[in-house]
């Protein structure tokens, strides 16, 4: 994928259902700043080959369930609002289903809509995505403007990544890593995720 989101090729298998990194590139609208990153340079994954695979595992085809702090406009909100929003994430790839993540999104974040093109492509061609599940290990939500704008720091790694194939097999889309990602937030009677923005601190 390019740093603007779109697709060097327009056919199958592109690495959609990888490392978050991977969507993020260029996300960020000039208007926010996130905070300072943490520069680390990725590691280089061995090359593996195509295996088969089972059903996906209940870790990825039951959505999480949203947590009660996400029902206020607070700091503590915006966090939890964000760790929620990544929880989804390996749901969507493997079951296809994004309707809380479009309900989530703003129509203008990048990020966002880079992850819903990748999975409906996915699907349009007739595999799904497998693995790539988040363990949060912090995170953190600062109030900008009370009852209107928030942002939250999510310290986190993701599993490894795969796209499995009609026949079952699958292939390798992305490695284990650990990263810090940066969300801007707005409260509209729910939280609207704005951007985000990633740094990898493994490596």
């Known amino acids: 994928m390019r740093a603007d989101g779109s697709r060097r090729r327009p056919r199958a298998l592109v ?36 295996t088969s695979t089972a059903e996906p595992s209940d870790a990825t ?16 909100g915006a966090a939890a609002a964000a760790s929620y929003f990544l929880q989804l994430y390996p749901y969507l790839h493997a079951t296809g ?5 479009k309900e989530m999104s703003a129509d203008d974040c990048q990020f966002c809509n880079n ?12 595999n799904r995505g497998s693995g790539s599940e988040v363990s949060v290990i912090a995170s953190k939500g600062v109030e900008i403007s009370a009852q209107d704008s ?14 499995v194939q009609e026949n079952g097999d699958r292939e ?32």
């Not at 289903?97 to 993540?101: F, G, T």
């Not at 928030?150 to 599993?159: C, D, F, M, P």
Request: charged share 15%; hydrophobic share 45%; aromatic share 10%.
């Open 15 to 50: 690495p959609a259902a990888a490392l978050l990194l991977a969507a993020l590139t260029a996300c960020s609208p000039s208007t926010t700043t996130p905070p300072a990153a943490t520069t680390a340079a990725a590691s280089q994954a061995p090359t593996e080959t195509a």
């Open 61 to 76: 085809t039951v959505a999480p369930e949203r947590p009660e702090a996400m029902a206020t406009p607070s700091a503590d």
């Open 97 to 101: 289903d994004l309707a809380e993540w």
């Open 115 to 126: 992850v819903i093109n990748d999975v409906e492509q996915i699907f349009a061609e007739g």
């Open 150 to 163: 928030y942002s939250a720091t999510i310290e986190l790694t993701q599993g490894t990544s795969y796209i």
């Open 172 to 203: 390798p889309s992305g490695e284990f890593g650990e990263y810090s990602m940066y969300f801007a937030l707005w409260w509209r009677d729910g939280w609207v995720v704005r951007e985000v923005d990633v740094t990898r601190v493994d490596g």
